[in-house]
């Protein structure tokens, strides 16, 4: 249990400026993370291995890629119990993201609204934190998993988009357990396009190609998956499923775990916010509302792709509850964000002890 419970401190943080907020905390953790002070905030790591994608994770709850977009504080966000941590977006060149402000609280639905942008330092400063990290240094049990998630510069054409995918991919290979390509930013103008039927098969026929030359090269296979958004009807997601199908399977049908998908990221609607303060702003919606959207997106997934598909939940988690509730919907991990922001560690924990409740 931490020191210092999230409670007293979620006032004083929230009396901020949401960015001012995040930037603040994420500086805390980077100080603290390789001192003993890191007790303040560190939870016991549930133990409940699974196995997905040929990876074995110490429990099936982490954390959702947006956080920590530079990767500074891999070290510290472990000692908070995740068992993987996906930390991104990173782009080949340093941006600085949109205009702020760019994040809004919506308290009363415990949910944000962020048009960040893919705000980052770019691909050499992020491998840099990424190789200082730690964490699989732990002696004993299952380590825990590491994520990279990749993207698009702004500057960067649409046409074009495969061009930064590929360096990013080059790039945080050899360091990654797993590779995630974001194509569902709302905030990255015309990104969402790359979900379409034609577009996205030509990504990922590059993506996954480029995977077995660098596979061979470091001797290693890495899964990659694909970040998708909430805002799919059916046919949307029946398209995609049947893209990812035909680059994640043998001949004979059954996934081969080198390809998997994410559902979802932020929300375009505002149905669930509307009326209230901050709810017209532009941006991606996270938070409690998108849970039953991306339950929805996940229980389409596996029906398309059948059982041995990974698949990754994200999207509206802030309770125990929520979290089984992605299991239940057919995710075999679940990724928690804005639940953290608005719950503390302690969400950590309370969610990987019911998902490890359910093999009981």
């Given at each position: 249990?931490?020191?210092?419970?999230?409670?007293?401190?979620?006032p004083?943080?929230?009396?901020?400026?949401?960015?001012?907020?995040?930037?603040?905390?994420?500086?805390?953790?980077?100080?603290?993370?390789?001192?003993?002070?890191?007790?303040?905030?560190?939870?016991?790591?549930?133990?409940?291995?699974?196995?997905?994608?040929?990876?074995?994770?110490?429990?099936r709850?982490?954390?959702?890629a947006?956080?920590?977009?530079?990767?500074?504080?891999?070290?510290?966000?472990?000692?908070?119990?995740?068992?993987?941590?996906?930390?991104?977006?990173?782009t080949?060149?340093?941006?600085?993201?949109?205009?702020?402000?760019?994040?809004?609280?919506?308290?009363e639905?415990?949910?944000?609204?962020n048009?960040?942008?893919?705000?980052?330092?770019?691909?050499?400063?992020?491998?840099?934190?990424?190789?200082r990290?730690?964490?699989?240094?732990?002696?004993?049990?299952t380590?825990?998993?590491?994520?990279?998630?990749?993207?698009?510069?702004?500057?960067?054409?649409?046409?074009?988009?495969?061009?930064?995918?590929?360096t990013?991919?080059?790039?945080?290979?050899?360091?990654?357990?797993?590779?995630?390509?974001?194509?569902?930013?709302?905030?990255?103008?015309?990104?969402?396009?790359?979900?379409?039927?034609?577009?996205?098969?030509?990504?990922?026929?590059?993506?996954?190609?480029?995977?077995?030359?660098?596979?061979?090269?470091?001797?290693?296979?890495?899964?990659?998956?694909?970040?998708?958004?909430?805002?799919?009807?059916?046919?949307?997601?029946?398209?995609?499923?049947?893209?990812?199908?035909?680059?994640?399977?043998?001949?004979?049908?059954?996934?081969?775990?080198?390809?998997?998908?994410?559902?979802?990221?932020?929300?375009?609607?505002?149905?669930?916010?509307?009326?209230?303060?901050?709810a017209?702003?532009?941006?991606?919606?996270?938070?409690?509302?998108?849970?039953?959207?991306?339950?929805?997106?996940?229980?389409?997934?596996?029906?398309?792709?059948?059982?041995?598909?990974?698949?990754?939940?994200?999207?509206?988690?802030?309770?125990?509850?929520?979290?089984?509730?992605?299991?239940?919907?057919?995710?075999?991990?679940?990724?928690?964000?804005?639940?953290?922001?608005?719950?503390?560690?302690?969400?950590v924990?309370?969610?990987?002890?019911?998902i490890?409740a359910?093999?009981?």
């Amino acid at each position: 249990m931490s020191l210092l419970p999230y409670g007293a401190a979620r006032p004083f943080l929230f009396g901020m400026d949401p960015e001012a907020a995040h930037e603040l905390t994420l500086g805390a953790i980077a100080r603290l993370q390789h001192s003993p002070l890191t007790c303040l905030y560190s939870e016991p790591r549930v133990n409940d291995p699974f196995t997905l994608a040929g990876l074995g994770f110490p429990n099936r709850v982490g954390l959702a890629a947006g956080l920590d977009k530079n990767a500074r504080c891999i070290d510290g966000l472990a000692a908070m119990g995740f068992g993987f941590v996906e930390v991104g977006t990173v782009t080949p060149k340093g941006q600085p993201g949109n205009p702020k402000p760019r994040m809004f609280r919506i308290p009363e639905r415990q949910a944000l609204i962020n048009r960040l942008g893919f705000n980052n330092e770019g691909l050499d400063a992020f491998l840099a934190n990424v190789q200082r990290a730690r964490f699989r240094a732990e002696r004993g049990g299952t380590p825990m998993r590491l994520g990279l998630n990749i993207g698009k510069n702004a500057s960067t054409p649409i046409e074009r988009a495969t061009d930064d995918y590929l360096t990013c991919l080059d790039g945080v290979y050899p360091h990654a357990d797993y590779v995630t390509v974001n194509i569902s930013s709302p905030n990255t103008q015309n990104l969402r396009s790359l979900q379409s039927d034609a577009a996205l098969d030509a990504l990922l026929g590059a993506v996954m190609e480029r995977r077995e030359q660098l596979a061979q090269r470091h001797g290693r296979h890495i899964p990659v998956f694909v970040k998708i958004a909430p805002d799919l009807d059916d046919a949307q997601i029946a398209v995609i499923a049947a893209t990812l199908k035909r680059h994640g399977c043998g001949s004979d049908g059954s996934a081969t775990g080198a390809l998997g998908v994410i559902g979802t990221n932020t929300t375009l609607s505002r149905e669930a916010v509307k009326g209230l303060r901050h709810a017209g702003e532009t941006g991606g919606l996270s938070g409690a509302p998108v849970l039953e959207a991306s339950n929805r997106v996940i229980r389409a997934l596996r029906a398309a792709l059948g059982p041995g598909f990974p698949i990754i939940g994200v999207g509206g988690v802030l309770s125990a509850d929520d979290a089984v509730s992605k299991i239940a919907a057919g995710a075999d991990l679940v990724q928690i964000y804005t639940g953290l922001i608005y719950r503390g560690p302690a969400l950590v924990r309370e969610s990987a002890q019911a998902i490890a409740a359910l093999r009981r």
